[in-house]
């Protein structure tokens, strides 16, 4: 957590998401869980039909949104899951396309949304034009060159379905679910305490912004130092030397 990559992930997200409340953007975290049938005493879910008991099936998952008015019902999927894990790209992209119309139809024209998603492998899926080409019979040094070369900027599937809505989509600092507010929701199935999970959160990023610019300041000052010693050492080298 303390390497300059999570600093550095940290700062643009940051950035990103003061950015997103100063213009009064409508924001909703994102994330999916799963339940086992051993689970269905504490969290049972059901759906228009009556459906959704554990103990019949290996499994179900969801995806969906929370924002400050709690859980966003109209986006909720409720899956089947097996052993192996039965959530894909495929799947997600899908969903996202149905929940990012129905958050747009909610709002209006007008308004902006975003999304805050983690980094999971199907959220990140990127698009055919973006991948990097296949290495096929290269070697490494010549696909290396060619992927600088012709280098494109990532653009991911799942953004761009967003895209169509005019809603964005950003993504929390890899390992820090706990700026995730739906994370702490999901840990304890209490709609209505919504707001005291952001509050939560937005007590983690001060913790983070606060320790990054410590970090950064510890740091200056030892490159500081560092110059003052290779001044003082060029300095005595001179005087050596008349």
Not at 93 to 99: E, K
Not at 108 to 126: E, F, Q, R, V
Not at 190 to 195: F, K, L, N, Q, R
């Amino acid at each position: 957590m303390n390497s300059v990559a999570f600093q550095a992930q940290r700062a643009v997200y940051f950035r990103k998401i003061d950015s997103l409340r100063l213009n009064n953007s409508i924001m909703y975290c994102h994330d999916e869980t799963w339940l086992n049938k051993n689970e269905e005493k504490t969290v049972v879910w059901f759906d228009d039909n009556g459906y959704g008991r554990l103990r019949k099936s290996e499994g179900k998952g969801t995806d969906g949104f929370l924002s400050l008015n709690g859980f966003h019902l109209r986006s909720l999927d409720i899956f089947k899951c097996d052993e192996v894990h039965s959530m894909d790209n495929n799947h997600f992209v899908a969903w996202m396309d149905s929940a990012a119309s129905t958050l747009r139809s909610e709002h209006g024209k007008s308004a902006k949304i975003a999304i805050i998603i983690d980094n999971a492998t199907w959220h990140n899926k990127l698009t055919p034009e973006s991948e990097p080409p296949k290495r096929a019979w290269m070697t490494k040094a010549e696909l290396i060159e060619l992927a600088f070369t012709h280098l494109s900027p990532k653009e991911y599937i799942a953004d761009k379905i967003a895209s169509k809505y005019d809603i964005e989509i950003v993504r929390i600092p890899v390992k820090h679910c706990v700026l995730n507010p739906i994370d702490e929701w999901l840990a304890a199935c209490d709609p209505e305490h919504a707001s005291g999970y952001f509050t939560y959160v937005h007590k983690h990023e001060e913790i983070f912004k606060t320790a990054d610019k410590i970090a950064e300041e510890l740091e200056n000052d030892l490159i500081d130092g560092d110059d003052d010693i290779d001044n003082e050492m060029l300095n005595d080298d001179d005087e050596t030397n008349d």
